[in-house]
């Protein structure tokens, strides 16, 4: 919460510096990050929804289940559902605190989320059409591994 109130105001801060320094600019700023923000809201209200709707009808003891366990199998399964899984992260770091509470394990948590944001199967086309098949593969496996990586290191340092 302080975290939170201190961002706001140091945003408040550097909003009314930039104002004094030059008014149209600042103004022509906030109405593109409005812009911005009304285009996103929908997606991302929509995403939170969804999210919250499947975290209510799954009971907790399921997602411990399916994300508590430390064995090689089930954070294999973790990584790759967040592998194949387009989620922003501004959506995906609640979501991943939420599943903490809700009984998973740090393991399985890191996998995710690493591989959530560092690798991308959906994307992958049109990485491949920009940078080519071999780059496109060998980036998304060599970000696979670290990603479990990430999280063996995240169970040896939180575990």
Known sequence: MAFNLAL???SAVVVL???LRDRDKTRQALAVAWRSFYRVAPSML???GLIGLVLSLIPASTMG???GN?????????AAVGAVTLIPGIIAYPLAGSLVRQGAGVV???AFMTTLMMVGVVTAPLES???GRRFTLLRNGLSFLAALAIAAA???VLG
Do not use: C, D, E, R
């Not at 430390?70 to 973790?78: G, R």
């Open 46 to 48: 929509g995403i939170m």
């Open 154 to 156: 995240m169970g040896v």
């Open 108 to 110: 399985p948590i890191a």
């Open 17 to 19: 510096v930039s104002a």
């Open 70 to 78: 430390q064995n090689v199998w089930s954070i294999l399964l973790v």
């Open 65 to 67: 289940t399916l994300f």
């Open 8 to 10: 706001y105001a140091v």
């Open 129 to 131: 059409h920009y940078f």
